[in-house]
């Protein structure tokens, strides 16, 4: 029978990946998440190596391709990825999903950890101990707050000045197959992308790279929804093409999400049997992307360590392997500059961008096309040990 007790917070790609391997190694895990079981959101990704590796080992790959969210795609919407993870995970009878729970205190002695969860959908409270709780709740983490202090004391916050919202709207004919991009002035993005041939809708991202826009930073910091659909209504409003019907939509859009964007940078990932993971511990920013890469290797990495070593020991093994290719992965390309290079101010800046994009895209099908792709050195991932061990992909079947 499972002995440790383990808590997790957050049910996204890094808490639900982490189930599942300490599953297989008989822990007893509980996740909680405060939002619903089915409200999905989220940006498009890539899983690369070394991160593909661990997906490759929980054999998921086959619903990923029925799903057509195959890793061999160029991109993989979020939000469902997470469900095959979150229902990948719930299949062992060792992890027990509780949704719409969110803790509201966290007390550690020597040897447990004693929480209290409140349920968002009935307002009960009840005490549980764990031996370990683990923070995978996100770059505003709950549980790092409870544990480590706000992110005021712990400055950990950096911003890179950019404001996002991620939400979904009913699809139209002109949503597939295709995603479409429009910049406008004043460096903001309209993203729309579909999400499956068969879902009934589409995936729209908004991106305004400005580090001071009163409006939405009131509305992010009093979490008040619908201020934030007010402020980029404003911000959007009169643009044309499809914007128009995306504010229209955007006010009625159940999972919309808007914040603004944060790297966290923390002095230490880990206070005795609390451990955060993900975007909680070190929150690259979309800009980097390397965000669910990093969730995926974190929660394999983490999963390893408290299998080798049920202690607090095992934390300070994931941080020491993990810390410093974190730390490279958090540099924004261009010396920081991405945000506002790959989203002009002016009219001329939006020409000369698309310019230069339609440029480097006639150079790649030229070089395609002559298979000049021979003559250059093969591509090679950044080398991060995994350390599959052999016991360990025989725990995976």
């Given at each position: 029978m499972p002995s440790e007790r383990v808590l997790i917070c957050g049910a996204g790609v890094a808490g639900s990946i982490l189930a599942f391997w300490l599953a297989k190694h008989d822990f007893e895990v509980v996740v909680v998440e405060r939002s619903k079981a089915e409200q999905k959101t989220g940006q498009g990704l890539e899983i690369e190596e070394p991160a593909l590796k661990v997906v490759k080992l929980m054999s998921i790959l086959d619903v990923l391709n029925e799903r057509k969210l195959s890793y061999r795609c160029p991109r993989t919407h979020a939000g469902d990825l997470t469900e095959v993870l979150y229902k990948s995970a719930d299949e062992s009878a060792n992890v027990t999903f509780q949704f719409e729970t969110t803790i509201q205190s966290l007390r550690q002695t020597q040897d447990k950890v004693i929480i209290d969860l409140e349920n968002k959908n009935n307002k009960t409270t009840r005490v549980e101990e764990f031996d370990f709780v683990v923070g995978a709740d996100g770059v505003k983490s709950r549980t790092r707050q409870l544990v480590m202090g706000s992110p005021e004391e712990l400055n950990c916050f950096k911003s890179v000045g950019a404001f996002v919202a991620y939400f979904s709207i009913p699809?139209?004919?002109?949503?597939?197959?295709?995603?479409?991009?429009?910049h406008f002035?004043?460096?903001?993005?309209?993203?729309?992308?579909?999400i499956g041939k068969e879902s009934k809708m589409t995936s729209v991202i908004l991106i305004h790279a400005h580090d001071d826009v009163p409006t939405l930073s009131r509305a992010n910091a009093a979490g008040d929804r619908l201020k934030q659909n007010e402020a980029f209504a404003e911000l959007y409003s009169g643009l044309g093409w499809e914007t128009p019907r995306v504010i229209e939509q955007m006010m009625r859009a159940e999972n919309f999400y808007s914040d603004e964007l944060l790297q966290v940078e923390l002095q230490k990932w880990s206070q005795h049997r609390v451990v955060l993971l993900g975007d909680a511990a070190w929150g690259p920013s979309p800009f980097t992307g390397e965000g669910n890469q990093l969730a995926i290797m974190g929660a394999w990495v983490l999963a390893q360590e408290l299998s080798r070593n049920r202690s607090p020991v095992a934390f300070e093994m994931y941080e020491k392997r993990l810390r410093s290719y974190v730390e490279n992965a958090q540099i924004i390309p261009l010396g920081g500059y991405a945000p506002y290079i790959f989203n002009p101010q002016t009219a001329w800046g939006i020409w000369l961008l698309r310019t230069i994009v339609r440029l480097l895209s006639w150079m790649i099908r030229v070089i395609s096309w002559?298979?000049?792709?021979?003559?250059?050195?093969?591509?090679?991932?950044?080398?991060?040990?995994?350390v599959i061990e052999e016991v360990e992909a025989e725990v995976a079947r």
């Open positions: 699809k139209e004919d002109q949503d597939w197959p295709y995603s479409r991009l429009c002035t004043d460096r903001r993005i309209l993203w729309l992308r579909p002559t298979n000049l792709t021979r003559m250059l050195p093969d591509q090679q991932h950044n080398g991060f040990d995994l």
